[in-house]
Structures are given as C-alpha cells and as structure tokens.
C-alpha cells in the first residue's frame, strides 16, 4: 500500500473504467453464445425428426461457420424449437400431475385412501354403528398408512 499524503490508498488501478465495462461485455457474450450452443445442441440431439447425417450436418455448420450457423439454425427451427419445448414441459407436467393424483388417492390398492376411510368412519359414527373411541381408532389407522 502506498501512502499519498498520509493518507493511505487501498486500491489503484491502471484498468480504466470503460475497460472493465467493456471486458463485462465480452465475458457476458462469451456466456451467450455457449448457452446458445447448448440451447441449439440440445435441441438438434433430441429431435427424433432428424437422421444422423443431419445432425452431424448441422453440428459441423454450427462449429465451423459459428455465427452465420447458429442464426441460420434459429432462423430455420426457431419457432419449432419454442414448440417442441411447451410440449416436452406440458408432457413432464402432466406426468408429474398423474403421478400426484395416483400417490394422493392411493389408487394402486383399490382403496378410498386416509380421507375417505375418515369420511366412512365419521357416517358410521354419526349413524351410531361405531362409538367415538372406535372412530378415533380407525381414524389412527388411516392416518398411520
């Protein structure tokens, strides 16, 4: 640290400003474009539309001429690639609600699951068949499953 009229600087630098905004660009940039080619890899290597050669087409395209590949590959599949993605997230969401629904109502086994087995627990008790231990027990079990 040097001392500049007794007062002590902490930091000096010889990376002017504008450098460090335009050194940010250049890395921000550099992120895009890898996630881009993700993006676009991603998408080629999924699509069961496309024969091999194709792919290996397009992947040549895309390293060897980068930036005209890449905008033709978005200019040429762009609108189908948003529609292939809502369509691989409605299937997942939709796998994702079945299974939900199956844990929820316990439909494997046949049964009504914890709630209707209280719900019949509750008419048998409110029509007097069972009395309130018998209904707290069977509640138990219910919830214990």
């Given at each position: 640290?040097?001392?500049?009229?007794?007062?002590?600087?902490?930091?000096?630098?010889?990376?002017?400003f504008?450098?460090?905004?335009?050194?940010?660009?250049?890395?921000?940039?550099?992120?895009?474009?890898?996630?881009?080619?993700?993006?676009?890899?991603?998408?080629?290597?999924?699509?069961?539309?496309?024969?091999?050669?194709?792919?290996?087409?397009?992947?040549?395209?895309?390293?060897?001429?980068?930036?005209?590949?890449?905008?033709?590959?978005?200019?040429?599949?762009?609108?189908?690639?948003?529609?292939?993605?809502?369509?691989?997230?409605?299937?997942?969401?939709?796998?994702?609600?079945?299974?939900?629904?199956?844990?929820?109502?316990?439909?494997?086994?046949?049964?009504?699951?914890?709630?209707g087995?209280?719900?019949?627990?509750?008419?048998?008790?409110?029509?007097?068949?069972?009395?309130?231990?018998?209904?707290?027990?069977l509640?138990?079990?219910?919830?214990?499953?």
């Amino acid at each position: 640290m040097s001392s500049i009229g007794g007062v002590m600087t902490l930091a000096q630098s010889d990376y002017p400003f504008l450098d460090v905004i335009w050194t940010m660009l250049v890395f921000f940039g550099w992120v895009v474009w890898f996630w881009m080619l993700i993006v676009i890899f991603g998408d080629l290597f999924h699509r069961s539309d496309v024969s091999g050669w194709g792919k290996a087409g397009w992947t040549v395209f895309v390293l060897v001429l980068p930036f005209v590949g890449v905008l033709v590959y978005l200019i040429a599949q762009g609108k189908h690639m948003g529609e292939r993605r809502r369509s691989e997230a409605a299937s997942t969401q939709k796998q994702f609600d079945d299974y939900v629904r199956s844990v929820a109502a316990n439909g494997d086994k046949g049964d009504k699951g914890a709630a209707g087995q209280i719900a019949e627990a509750k008419k048998l008790l409110d029509t007097g068949a069972i009395n309130a231990e018998e209904y707290e027990s069977l509640k138990a079990k219910a919830l214990a499953r």
